[in-house]
């Protein structure tokens, strides 16, 4: 297999676990502080991936120079991650996947900004026709619930942190001096836990956590082990196989993994229309595998 298509299978993977995040983080979101939730999840998640780190016998003191690098991906990351949970307190979580879709455009822009990667005529159409189908996913086939969609104060605080998530991708790559996926991770873990442990102190010691319900235990067991170590991997693997552009890309898939977590959590089926959507995400990612990697001016 050559090493773009496995960057492309390592964000099919991504998407379909960042999917289960919108799902099970909308109904624990209410239940406690995100910072709180985001220290606890980066400190475990931290010594997860540390563990493995030093069992692989690959970590090396020159991986650690420059840590300023640690923390500003960690800074992006973890500010993405915390206003995604204060975001659904009030969104929906398949109106905040429509928000999601936007980090392909955003992503395209910081990775020229950042690594030149210039956006070609099939990439733009590529995501042009996968925006095309997760809109049609995201509302369900429905023009009049596009013409009512209103953007609520979730929409606007989980914006904000996308634009953290897009500029997170093309910066991955410009940091990284060749450090293992595993070890790249640890640190910005190890970063992330102490910026927003610093933030949310006061939250993590107000946190009743036996008071906690089971849901909470859950979607953080989720997040610690699939939304964050397994994603953190994938999505550093992928940013060195391909432009930030096609790693991105696959953001268009989430809306329509989110239905099927939806419709696993008994919240609903949806309507067969649903399927061109999904058909035109598909098509989309189909136009991308043909597209060869973007050149660098």
Known sequence: ???????????????????????????????????????????????????????????????????????????????YFVLMFEGLKTAAP????????????????????????LMTAQIALGLAVGACGALWVIFQGDIQAVMRFEIGRGEVVYFLGC???????????????????????????????????????????????????????????????????ATFMLLQYASMRLPASKVMAYTYLTPSWVLLWELSLNHGAPAALVLVGVALTILALLVLLREGAAPRG
């Not at 610093?198 to 010691?205: F, R």
């Not at 953080?220 to 082990?225: E, G, R, S, W």
């Open 163 to 229: 634009i953290c998530h897009a500029v997170y991708a093309p910066l991955l790559a410009r940091l990284n001096r060749g450090e293992p996926p595993v070890v790249f991770t640890t640190g910005i873990l190890v970063a992330g836990a102490i910026l927003i442990g610093a933030y949310g102190w006061q939250d993590l010691w107000a946190t009743d956590w036996r008071a906690l319900p089971m849901i909470v235990w859950i979607t953080l067991a989720y997040i610690v082990t699939f939304a964050t170590v």
């Open 94 to 117: 398949v109106s905040a996947a429509a928000v999601f879709t936007l980090i392909p455009i955003m992503a395209a822009g910081f990775g020229f900004l950042l690594l030149r990667q």
């Open 1 to 79: 297999m050559r090493e773009a298509s496995k960057g492309h299978l390592a964000m099919l993977c991504f998407s379909a676990l960042v999917a289960g995040s919108f799902s099970l983080g909308g109904l624990a979101a209410n239940e406690i502080a995100p910072a709180a939730l985001q220290v606890v999840r980066f400190i475990l998640a931290a010594l997860l991936t540390g563990g493995l780190a030093l069992a692989s016998g690959r970590i090396r003191r020159a991986h650690f120079d420059a840590p300023w690098r640690y923390f500003v991906l960690a800074g992006l990351f973890g500010t």
